[in-house]
């Protein structure tokens, strides 16, 4: 089992920056397709980036693609998510995830570990 520690959120205003970390437990991080997923008030929890075991394989899905930048450093055991451009819409509790799927995939479903959320919250 890994367990997953989320840090970096806060308050930025509309049109800056945060970088997320998400640091993993174990060593074998390099054997987990990792995400990360958000969830604002009485939405459902949504995809946001994934990146496979490699690194080679990344999604998004078109509401983030061109600002965020996932990536992840197994050395470190350790993967982030680079947030530009921000807008109001991406106020949320921001969530790091592990998969044992293959590729970098996009449903809540094929993750097995989360961590416990850092907010965003994006001001005008």
């Known amino acids: 089992q890994v367990q997953l520690l989320e840090s970096g959120g806060g308050l930025v205003q509309a049109g800056g920056s945060l970088r997320l970390s998400c640091a993993a437990s174990?060593?074998?991080?390099?054997?987990?397709?990792m995400g990360w997923f958000r969830q604002a008030p009485g939405k459902e929890r949504e995809f946001v980036a994934a990146i496979s075991r490699s690194g080679t394989t990344i999604n998004y899905p078109d509401s983030v693609k061109g600002r965020f930048t996932i990536s992840r450093d197994s050395a470190k055991t350790t993967m982030y998510l680079q947030m530009n451009s921000l807008e109001l819409e991406d106020t949320a509790a921001y969530y790091c995830a592990a998969s044992t799927g293959i590729g970098a995939p996009r449903t809540r479903s094929a993750y097995a570990y989360w961590g416990q959320g850092t907010q965003v919250t994006v001001s005008s």
């Open positions: 174990k060593q074998t991080f390099s054997r987990y397709a």
